[in-house]
């Protein structure tokens, strides 16, 4: 019975490829249409492809439209059929729906599977991403056209689908310095709060130095950008008197030295003129000094109002810096030479640095705040190296630079294993330099090496496994119905060799019970068991129910690339039903088996001609690689 079904299937599947193979009339009339041109016989064997069963000239003749072509089509046959010596009859030997070997079919079949479980384990990955985005707002905000793009289109035919997906990841990977934004507002409820990372004025500062990136990637002047970073709506909030006093006055400084009209610096030539010239600068603070006398006097000492000069000279010295290096960038124009994307990166570093300096008010008796300094250039300077990277098209280390900004500012919170997972899958299709590429890229994100991890750091899994390794242990042969086993042929025996069994797995984790004294246990992954906290160790034990065991043609083609060199194979060769006790070793992808199986007949290729195939029983002991094939469930937490 389990031939027949065998034989059944490979008669169906052959069939369906069969079928489909070589009959294309359009191609095939051009190609007899130029044979007959040409003068070649190449058309006959075109023709009998189409009915492999009769003569040519029977086609022919009993087709109504191929009669009623211009020319003999008959003639030309018999005169090809002398010329070649053509046997125009019935092909026997290969009939369309004859057999192929049933080695070349388990062959076509395995490759036909396995590239169909890839494609629906691609579409399985695609459509969780989906899901990932829709239900974690952290991931939808610093993905937004990836999720519009998936909300929109469904991934069937995924190796178009890439093209356009990539556009998509590639847009969101380089507007990733604007998205972060947006994702630290979505957090401030959970990061200024009792017990809270962030004080609100902490967060404030946060905010500033990322609406320094924001105001650069909208091409604002330096003056421009300081004018948003100190007239932030947040600043209005901030609770530190000395913080908020000297933003509200750098920003007025800043005002008085930019044209209300261009939003930039006044020019280079002007400022000389003013802080060049002793009268026509004392003349300026002055004036500067009665506009602002109310806030200037409010916030600065009395001893110390009278450095006022001081002040503003620095900044008069800053924005030389930052003019300087826009005056040589404006020199290059005229040799031709426009600026690039670094250069301006360069000038916009250059406002941060000035931003700095200017924001230190201790001339005139203001402390500096430790939040601008600790928060606020930081989160501008880390942003600035993402979006240096984003323009060099360094998107992997743009990533890495992502990941530090969100985990050191406290963003990450439970999105942040999805966002590893999805921002790398990110970057690999972004740079995959063609379409093979991107799938090989899909191929790795949906089934990484290392899932053997999944299964060590979860309470449940159950999956579709497949092991590989070496293994020792007793076989017991069975005799072919009423016939004995040859002479030559022991009925049990140790045995050693390499196996590959293909199965059902279900997992379970080893825990522990937590211990806050124990520092290894803050590494491992923690979960609650009733009252109790326990935590995943990392090691796992499973029942495997094995149903394959393709160990003799993996370990073939370990030392053997050639497939030709494959002898004819069959299913029933492979067929090993077991179970099998698996324990996974702490941290790596080895483990540990101990068994029964039933078969399988075929124990090597080698000599493959010469074995015996009789069937056999084994208790065996393994030491194997844990290959995770699909994960069916997984369940993390109590």
């Known amino acids: 019975?389990?031939?027949?079904?065998?034989?059944?299937?490979?008669?169906?599947?052959?069939?369906?490829?069969?079928?489909?193979?070589?009959?294309?009339?359009?191609?095939?009339?051009?190609?007899?249409?130029?044979?007959?041109?040409?003068?070649?016989?190449?058309?006959?064997?075109?023709?009998?492809?189409?009915?492999?069963?009769?003569?040519?000239?029977?086609?022919?003749?009993?087709?109504?439209?191929?009669?009623?072509?211009?020319?003999?089509?008959?003639?030309?046959?018999?005169?090809?059929?002398?010329?070649?010596?053509?046997?125009?009859?019935?092909?026997?030997?290969?009939?369309?729906?004859?057999?192929?070997?049933?080695?070349?079919?388990?062959?076509?079949?395995?490759?036909?599977?396995?590239?169909?479980?890839k494609q629906e384990l691609n579409i399985a990955f695609l459509n969780k991403f989906k899901e990932k985005l829709t239900s974690q707002a952290e991931l939808k905000l610093l993905f937004p056209m990836t999720y519009q793009f998936l909300l929109d289109n469904e991934p069937y035919n995924y190796t178009d689908f890439l093209e356009s997906l990539r556009a998509s990841l590639k847009e969101d990977l380089n507007a990733i310095p604007s998205n972060l934004g947006d994702l630290l507002n979505s957090k401030k409820a959970s990061l200024v709060r009792a017990g809270g990372s962030l004080t609100s004025d902490q967060f404030i500062g946060l905010i500033l130095g990322l609406e320094a990136i924001e105001s650069y990637i909208n091409k604002n002047s330096s003056a421009e950008v300081i004018l948003n970073v100190t007239g932030h709506s947040e600043i209005t909030n901030i609770t530190s008197t000395t913080l908020k006093s000297s933003l509200e006055f750098v920003n007025i400084v800043t005002s008085e030295l930019s044209d209300d009209v261009t939003r930039d610096w006044y020019p280079r030539d002007e400022m000389d003129d003013v802080f060049g010239e002793s009268d026509a600068r004392l003349i300026f603070i002055g004036l500067f000094y009665e506009k602002h006398k109310t806030f200037y006097q409010a916030i600065v000492p009395l001893n110390l109002q009278l450095n006022l000069p001081i002040y503003l000279d620095k900044f008069y010295r800053a924005i030389k810096v930052i003019e300087d290096y826009k005056k040589d960038l404006n020199k290059n124009k005229t040799f031709g030479l426009k600026p690039n994307e670094l250069d301006l990166i360069n000038y916009f570093e250059l406002t941060i640095k000035s931003l700095e300096t200017v924001s230190d008010l201790s001339e005139i008796g203001i402390t500096r705040n430790p939040i601008f300094l600790n928060k606020t250039i930081p989160a501008a300077q880390d942003a600035l190296n993402i979006l240096k990277n984003i323009?060099?098209?360094?998107?992997?280390?743009?990533?890495?630079?992502?990941?530090?900004?969100?985990?050191?500012?406290?963003?990450?919170?439970?999105?942040k294993s999805d966002f590893v997972k999805y921002g790398n899958f990110a970057v690999n299709i972004v740079t995959a330099e063609d379409s093979e590429g991107m799938v090989k890229a899909l191929e790795a994100a949906a089934l990484p090496v290392g899932s053997y991890k999944i299964k060590r750091n979860t309470i449940a899994n159950i999956s579709l496994n497949a092991y590989a390794g070496v293994f020792a242990g007793g076989e017991f042969l069975d005799g072919r119905g009423n016939t004995d086993l040859p002479d030559n042929v022991e009925s049990s025996s140790v045995i050693t060799g390499f196996s590959a069994p293909i199965g059902i797995a279900f997992n379970i984790g080893t825990a522990k019970d937590y211990s806050s004294t124990n520092n290894d246990h803050k590494k491992l992954k923690k979960y609650k068991k009733g009252a109790k906290d326990r935590v995943l160790t990392g090691a796992s034990w499973s029942v495997f129910v094995s149903v394959l065991d393709v160990g003799a043609v993996t370990a073939f083609r370990l030392t053997n690339d050639d497939t030709e060199a494959l002898p004819a194979l069959k299913f029933e060769n492979f067929l090993a039903p077991g179970v099998h006790i698996i324990h996974g070793f702490k941290n790596s992808p080895l483990s540990l088996s101990l068994g029964y199986q039933y078969g399988p007949q075929i124990r090597k290729i080698k000599d493959f001609e010469n074995q015996d195939q009789i069937n056999g029983s084994s208790i065996r002991l393994g030491l194997l690689v844990d290959i995770p094939i699909i994960n069916f469930y997984t369940k993390s937490e109590k």
């Open 391 to 415: 323009k060099q098209k360094e998107y992997a280390t743009s990533f890495v630079h992502t990941l530090a900004f969100i985990s050191n500012y406290g963003l990450s919170g439970d999105f």
């Open 1 to 117: 019975m389990k031939q027949l079904i065998i034989l059944i299937f490979i008669f169906i599947f052959t069939i369906s490829i069969k079928a489909q193979q070589n009959l294309t009339p359009f191609k095939d009339a051009l190609l007899i249409n130029e044979s007959i041109s040409n003068g070649t016989n190449d058309f006959v064997e075109i023709l009998q492809k189409y009915n492999p069963h009769t003569p040519v000239n029977t086609i022919i003749s009993g087709n109504p439209f191929l009669k009623k072509l211009s020319f003999d089509l008959i003639a030309k046959v018999n005169s090809a059929s002398a010329a070649d010596n053509i046997i125009i009859e019935a092909q026997n030997s290969q009939s369309e729906y004859s057999f192929i070997p049933e080695g070349d079919a388990v062959k076509a079949l395995g490759i036909f599977i396995a590239n169909r479980f």
